[in-house]
């Protein structure tokens, strides 16, 4: 069965630094990866994903993923963390289910918190 | 705004209670998940149904069931309900064949 783990549960930088959200992920097949983003009372807005191709992925907001095989990592990254960044991050991996189904599974999420 | 509405947004009830919650799909999508998120297992898939049937099963209590009419709108069914179940439960919806799926913004049930 698939799984996600976010190893950082709680994340605070300065507004300006840099980030890095790590995620691992055990899946047997290709996975299909997922950053999602969520703020406090908020539902889930997608960042970004991953599904094959190049593995340096862009999405929303100045985010980007690197899909590393390797090291079954898919860690989330930005450049100049903005206040409006501090929320909760959940990678997630879709999972195909017998009878043709399919679910995400999703890590515990990161919180991060922004400091100004 | 993905194009997935819930309602109601908000759900306050008494344990031993029945509610109802609603989600309509993106137009065009046959596909409608339904997750739940609370504090003790985090985010969880509940159940899926395509087209109106049943296709995939996860962590979903047997006080729990969902349909999906003929519109395609589902509805998730919590019934004898117990403070453990307040929690946010999301829908979410897709194509068939597709591996990205589209939350809604979630209804928050609260049992007291």
């Known amino acids: 069965a698939q799984s996600v783990t976010q190893p950082d549960i709680h994340i605070t930088v300065s507004e300006g630094a840099s980030l890095e959200l790590r995620c691992n992920y055990s899946?047997?097949?290709?996975?299909?990866l997922f950053w999602y983003v969520q703020s406090p009372g908020q539902g889930l807005q997608l960042l970004l994903k991953?599904?094959?191709?190049?593995?340096l992925v862009q999405g929303i907001k100045g985010f980007e993923a690197e899909f590393k095989r390797s090291q079954s990592s898919f860690n989330l990254r930005k450049p100049s963390v903005h206040w409006s960044d501090a929320a909760e991050y959940f990678c997630?991996?879709?999972?195909?289910?017998?009878?043709?189904?399919?679910?995400?599974?999703f890590g515990t999420g990161t919180q991060l918190k922004v400091e100004l | 705004d993905s194009g997935v509405t819930q309602t109601p947004k908000h759900l306050i009830t008494a344990t031993g209670q029945r509610v109802t919650l609603r989600c309509s799909p993106r137009?065009?999508?046959?596909?409608v998940y339904w997750y739940q998120q609370s504090l003790d297992q985090g985010l969880q898939f509940l159940i899926q149904y395509y087209n109106g049937e049943e296709r995939a099963k996860g962590n979903i209590l047997e006080r729990f069931s969902a349909q999906q009419f003929p519109d395609l709108h589902s509805e998730l069914n919590l019934s004898s309900l117990e403070l453990g179940d307040s929690a946010l439960y999301f829908c979410a919806s897709n194509v068939q064949g597709s591996n990205e799926q589209f939350f809604g913004p979630g209804t928050r049930l609260t049992v007291l």
């Open positions: 997630a991996v879709v999972g195909i289910l017998t009878g043709g189904g399919n679910k995400l599974t």
């Open positions: 899946y047997g097949a290709t996975p299909y």
């Open positions: 137009s065009g999508d046959l596909s």
């Open positions: 991953y599904f094959s191709g190049d593995t």
